[in-house]
């Protein structure tokens, strides 16, 4: 729960590491800069269609030669939709996302964008994210900026609670149980201040465990890499502690979730942000209006992408938590500074997205957003009348009338699934290779956990059936 800071301009992000150390250095020669940063070795890095990052260590001395013939990959190995007889994957590395690891200076992490049988694959997510970006460029000659506000757990090494003291039934930003993660938190935020990513704070978030760290924004691009190298950091720095840090959207039932808000804004060529219309509804432009009427007109889509497992929807349809909020939507619609809507428009002019939890692919999800925005864009569509109420009250009028006016967010991931194969923008923007290969994937994944299902007697039925 955080508002939102502007970063210093793309240009300067993507070479802050060499920036920081006081030297320059050609792209192409990993092996100098390297040398020059005291690295051992390169970690390539890329993450796959369920989110997952995969990497390899090349040592400095052959960075240079692995780099451009790119680090092979076994695709059937990772979630790429990719058979064993299919060869290899080649991660391209991107030298200015060159990340020293603040844990392990000895490594530098650089994301990589992904080819197959000597061109692009169609559906790595950067390779998406990317495309879309150019579309977006190309088509409007607009950019897209993103922050995010990425929440997380500290449990033990076996998922349980890993601090019996905070224990609050409203515990958000409890100052007592902060401190006692101190030493996670200090070294997270030291890490990015390192990195240049401008971190202003850090809090307790709303269930019991859970935390938040905000950094500034920056180009979509940008922040997608960062939100993958900040699940690894994160995780990497619990483990050092002797904690365990997890994104999963609703470990514990009767606490609120982990959710992954992103504020986006559109700017033009020269950065000013074309999301301003001071004489409009919340101050929001004609292009920003059209831009959120896509996004709401593909919310029951979008879902597929923003929520992309089956604990997912326990976040969205949580019936209550200790604290008295769930924190997330569950109907389409949108406001201002109303944290209970599916898209808060919390001051112009920006559009802070709450639907997405912190399991969304960091590449797909804002790939996603932004190809509904787009088909916004183009047909001019309408947001419709904001709510001005809160919709988490089942008592409230106001609250009852909008929803008999718009659409609720689907109940599971399948059917979430049939809404974004059922939507021709994400073909059109996405591609076909994109949809079909995250379709067919997530449609075995929920397979897999109906068969589980199918496999065991939950203790419900044994206590209404036993003596039936």
Not at 31 to 39: H, Q, T, V
Not at 107 to 119: K, P, T
Not at 149 to 173: A, I, M, N, Q, T
């Amino acid at each position: 729960m955080a508002g939102l800071r502007k970063t210093t301009a793309w240009w300067w992000w993507s070479r802050r590491v060499v920036a920081k150390e006081g030297a320059r250095w050609s792209s192409s020669s990993l092996r100098e800069r390297g040398e020059a940063l005291g690295l051992k070795f390169y970690q390539f890095s890329f993450v796959d269609l369920f989110g997952q990052q995969r990497s390899k260590l090349v040592p400095v001395a052959r960075a240079d030669e692995i780099a451009a013939s790119g680090a092979g990959f076994a695709g059937f190995a990772c979630y790429l939709r990719l058979a064993p007889t299919d060869g290899d994957v080649l991660a391209k590395p991107d030298p200015s996302t060159l990340t020293v690891l603040p844990w392990n200076r000895e490594v530098g992490w650089i994301s990589c964008d992904l080819e197959w049988r000597g061109a692009e694959l169609d559906h790595g997510p950067r390779n998406v994210l990317r495309r879309v970006l150019g579309t977006l460029r190309d088509k409007y000659g607009l950019s897209m900026k993103c922050g995010v506000e990425c929440e997380f757990f500290l449990v033990d090494g076996v998922g349980g609670v890993s601090d019996r003291l905070d224990s609050s039934p409203k515990p958000c930003y409890d100052a007592h149980a902060l401190m006692r993660r101190y030493a996670v938190v200090r070294e997270l935020v030291l890490g990015m201040e390192a990195l240049g990513w401008g971190p202003y704070q850090a809090d307790h978030e709303d269930a019991n465990g859970q935390f938040e760290v905000n950094w500034d924004y920056a180009d979509a691009l940008a922040t997608a890499d960062r939100v993958a190298f900040f699940k690894y950091m994160t995780r990497s720095v619990a483990e050092k502690h002797g904690l365990r840090a997890t994104f999963m959207p609703k470990p514990f039932a009767d606490l609120t979730g982990s959710g992954c808000h992103c504020h986006v804004s559109l700017h033009a060529p020269d950065d000013k942000n074309v999301c301003a219309g001071e004489d409009r509804p919340h101050g929001l432009s004609k292009i920003a209006a059209n831009f959120l009427g896509g996004i709401l007109d593909a919310a029951p889509a979008l879902a597929a992408v923003a929520n992309p497992t089956v604990n997912s929807y326990r976040r969205i349809h949580a019936s209550t938590t200790t604290s008295g909020a769930t924190w997330s939507p569950d109907a389409v619609c949108w406001g201002g500074n109303n944290r209970t809507v599916l898209v808060r428009v919390p001051e112009a002019p920006r559009l802070e997205l709450r639907l997405a939890d912190m399991a969304a692919n960091p590449y797909l999800w804002p790939a996603a957003l932004l190809a509904a925005g787009l088909n916004g864009l183009d047909l001019g569509s309408d947001p419709g009348d904001p709510a001005d109420c809160n919709m988490y009250d089942a008592t409230c009028p106001r609250a009852a009338a909008v929803r008999s006016r718009v659409p609720k967010l689907p109940s599971s991931l399948r059917p979430a699934l049939a809404n974004f194969s059922a939507t021709p923008a994400f073909r059109d923007y996405l591609g076909s290779s994109t949809v079909d290969a995250y379709l067919e994937l997530k449609s075995r994944h929920c397979d897999d956990y109906d068969r589980f299902i199918a496999a065991h007697v939950s203790p419900w039925e044994r206590d209404h059936y036993l003596d039936v």
